[in-house]
């Protein structure tokens, strides 16, 4: 009996993998991330995190999605009785970021529309925080909903719906095949624009440059394994629950490898644009790049559309590819994090897909209308710390223990996708999901314990 839904092609299942790496993490979260953690230097630590934890931990999932064929809460079941809450709690996890998550891209598709005319006006920090968000001091449900800000969430909601509610291949992967070409070439466009700009260079040298001092600070290294772990997507479910609609013969190891190195890449390249226009800010307004930088919703609606607006020429064009960028990025992931749930409540409850899908985005639709109160910047601040916190580091923890240490099956799953893939893994690979990352993120799990309740 093989029903499950699959993939239509290797690139399908691919391009699915890195639409979902590929988000708003990417081009708000990293660049800044980058700058601050030492520039050039943090490539250190942020390589050893990809290579050690990354890449390792994105083909156990692969391996785990692919040899159970379930979703992530039975497929861990499976793999280990009684271990089918390391998938709901990611499934949980997911549910709650992608109610934010949408809103977000729900505030970019209303500022792609705000380009044309650049009605963000001179002081786009009180139109985002007056006019658009319009924020209350008090944080309050009471405060209702704002249509204008709960349309742009509708609207984000029908598209997500609308391709996880058509399957893997009618929907997610053609979501996928659509998009992010479309976004390849709309990035690639603003970061070169973003470069070329007057100050860009000033903008990448502060970007760049190295400071070797940060490398002994364990935030440093702590903020390069959550990067890697955000960024790809690993620890909550997604990359089990898409490697489980893959074909029966699969190259699981070159698909890992390839997505790891296509999200960094992704991300790296962006940092240089934002960075290339960051600088640029600075010179017209005769600031200093690090006043200018930073990172999440200000970066991206309060400091770019003042780059926007200073552009010499082409701002709304810029403006939309900018804007439609983080859409684009934003959407494809959306529809991973509502994936994972609804993959699992379809197994649980044998639903179809169309009634699970329906419950499950109708349900995170409703809870999205949460962030678009007068109250909503707070709540969404206080989620996305909770989430940092406890999600993917510990998730991940939880699953290098579990296969390397409890079923103990490094060698059985390498075996499994040496076999079918172009080329083998090596025994570092058993080395990093037995030692090097339990002894990291066990470390860092610590510290951060530490740091929350101190
Ligand atoms: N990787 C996505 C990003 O960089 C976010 C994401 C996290 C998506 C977890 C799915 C699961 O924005």
Not at 186 to 209: C, E, K, Q, S, Y
Not at 269 to 289: C, M, T
Not at 352 to 361: D, F, G, L, N, T
Request: aromatic residues 16%.
């Amino acid at each position: 009996m093989s029903t499950r839904e699959q993939w239509g092609t290797r690139a399908g299942f691919v391009l699915a993998a890195i639409g979902s790496a590929i988000g708003l993490g990417n081009i708000w979260r990293y660049p800044y991330v980058l700058y601050e953690n030492g520039g050039g230097s943090f490539l250190i630590p942020y390589f050893f995190a990809l290579f050690t934890a990354g890449i390792p931990i994105l083909l156990l999932e692969f391996w785990i999605g692919h040899r159970y064929r379930k979703a992530a809460p039975y497929a861990l079941r499976d793999l280990a009785r009684g271990w089918s809450w390391l998938g709901w709690w990611p499934a949980m996890v997911c549910f709650v970021i992608v109610t934010y998550y949408a809103v977000v891209l729900a505030w970019a598709l209303s500022y792609m529309y705000f380009s044309f005319g650049l009605q963000w006006g001179d002081d786009t920090k009180a139109f985002l925080y007056g006019n658009f968000l319009k924020l209350t001091d008090s944080p309050s449900v009471v405060g209702g909903l704002q249509w204008h800000i709960v349309l742009p969430v509708v609207i984000v909601w029908a598209i997500v719906f609308f391709y996880v509610y058509r399957g893997v291949r009618k929907g997610i992967e053609r979501a996928n095949k659509v998009m992010i070409p479309l976004l390849l070439v709309m990035i690639a466009i603003v970061v070169f624009r973003g470069v070329t700009l007057p100050g860009a260079v000033d903008g990448l040298n502060h970007l760049l440059t190295p400071d070797f001092s940060k490398l002994a600070n364990p935030q440093v290294w702590i903020a390069a394994y959550s990067q890697v772990f955000f960024s790809l997507s690993i620890a909550f479910g997604v990359m089990i629950t898409y490697a489980s609609y893959l074909p029966k013969r699969a190259d699981i190891n070159n698909s890992a490898f390839i997505t790891g190195l296509a999200n960094s890449g992704f991300e790296f390249f962006a940092a240089l644009g934002v960075f290339g226009a960051i600088g640029f800010l600075a010179h017209v307004q005769g600031a200093d790049v690090k006043d200018v930088a930073s990172a999440g919703p200000g970066l991206a609606f309060v400091v770019f559309p003042k780059i926007i607006s200073e552009l010499p020429a082409l701002n709304e064009l810029f403006g939309v590819l900018f804007f439609g960028a983080l859409v684009l990025a934003g959407l494809t992931s959306a529809i991973s994090l509502v994936e994972v749930s609804i993959a699992a409540v379809m197994e649980k409850f044998s639903w179809s897909r169309q009634k699970a899908a329906s419950i499950v985005c109708g349900a995170a639709f409703v809870g999205s209308l949460v962030y678009t109160t007068g109250g909503g910047l707070y709540y969404l601040d206080i989620v996305d710390h909770f989430i940092n916190a406890f999600g993917g580091l510990l998730v991940g923890l939880l699953e290098v223990i579990l296969v390397g240490w409890v079923v103990k099956k490094t060698a059985e799953a390498r075996a499994y996708t040496n076999t079918m893939s172009d080329f083998a893994i090596g025994s570092w690979w058993d080395f990093c999901v037995r030692y090097v990352t339990p002894i990291v993120l066990g470390a860092m799990t610590l510290l951060n314990l530490v740091k929350e309740f101190r």
